[in-house]
């Protein structure tokens, strides 16, 4: 019970903090917020997950991203994710030319200090490169790498890591949701699996129905 109410007591701090970030950044990309809870489908409301989990680093690498969305995927990590699995979220700069994700970005995240670190690097190194950067200064048990462009869904970590504590050769991927890039409505994506063709190009497939089926239904790990 003790270490229940910590928890929160933790997250209604950071929601403070956020809420302050939030304000400092006037414009509509930020204030407007997404329906997080909308695609989250019944039988996932209904798992529960160990409260002892395996730490996560997120690691966000970005190259001239639009500085409120970047603020947007920041504020969502920050705010749908347990502060005791969150090690800290790491941002890794490609060498950015917009003006405000220099000083005007370095202010806003002061707040975070210790939660967030900022890497900036001294070329352009590229994404592979830039997140192995940022790999090289995490601390927490597993590295998540995310967009600099998404936000989080409620309870988006947690089945992540439960899967990897389970077996630790696991690589998992969550399934991508869709925001409309207009009106910032959220629209649920059907299931679906990544794979890759036989010349390695990456795409989407569809899951069978049989393999949905069972207690768990469609909220059952894929492979």
Same mark, same amino acid.
């Given at each position: 019970? +003790?270490? +229940?109410?910590?928890?929160? /007591?933790?997250?209604?701090? $950071? /929601?403070?903090?956020?809420?302050?970030? +939030? !304000?400092?950044?006037?414009?509509?990309?930020?204030?407007?917020?997404?329906?997080?809870?909308?695609?989250? &489908?019944?039988?996932?409301r209904q798992k529960h997950y160990p409260l002892k989990l395996?730490?996560? @680093?997120? #690691? #966000?690498?970005?190259?001239?991203?639009? =500085?409120?969305?970047?603020?947007?995927?920041?504020?969502?990590?920050?705010?749908?994710?347990? $502060?005791?699995?969150?090690?800290?979220?790491?941002?890794?700069?490609?060498?950015?030319? =917009?003006?405000?994700? !220099?000083?005007?970005?370095?202010?806003?995240?002061?707040?975070?200090?210790? !939660? &967030? !670190?900022?890497v900036r690097n001294k070329k352009r190194e590229g994404l592979?490169? @830039?997140?192995?950067?940022?790999?090289?200064?995490? @601390?927490?048990? &597993?590295?998540? =790498? +995310?967009?600099?462009?998404? /936000?989080?869904?409620?309870?988006?970590?947690?089945?992540?890591?439960?899967?990897?504590?389970?077996?630790?050769?696991?690589?998992?991927?969550?399934?991508?949701?869709? &925001?409309?890039?207009?009106?910032?409505?959220?629209?649920?994506?059907?299931?679906?699996?990544?794979?890759?063709?036989?010349?390695?190009?990456?795409?989407?497939?569809?899951? =069978?129905?049989?393999?949905?089926?069972?207690?768990?239904?469609?909220?059952?790990p894929i492979r």
């Open positions: 019970m +003790l270490l +229940l109410f910590l928890h929160l /007591e933790e997250e209604g701090i $950071q /929601e403070k903090k956020m809420e302050d970030l +939030l !304000k400092r950044s006037p414009g509509k990309n930020v204030y407007q917020q997404t329906r997080h809870s909308e695609g989250i &489908i019944s039988e996932c395996p730490t996560a @680093s997120v #690691i #966000i690498c970005f190259y001239n991203e639009e =500085f409120n969305t970047l603020l947007r995927t920041v504020s969502s990590v920050i705010s749908l994710s347990p $502060q005791h699995l969150l090690e800290e979220i790491i941002l890794v700069d490609d060498m950015s030319e =917009f003006d405000d994700l !220099k000083d005007k970005l370095d202010y806003h995240l002061e707040i975070f200090r210790g !939660k &967030i !670190k900022l592979m490169r @830039s997140r192995m950067i940022g790999a090289s200064r995490a @601390s927490g048990d &597993i590295l998540v =790498f +995310l967009d600099s462009h998404c /936000e989080v869904n409620r309870v988006w970590l947690q089945p992540l890591l439960h899967a990897i504590a389970k077996d630790h050769k696991t690589v998992v991927c969550p399934i991508v949701d869709v &925001i409309d890039e207009l009106t910032l409505d959220y629209i649920a994506a059907p299931v679906l699996r990544g794979a890759f063709d036989w010349n390695l190009n990456f795409r989407w497939d569809n899951v =069978f129905s049989y393999e949905m089926d069972g207690p768990e239904g469609p909220s059952k």
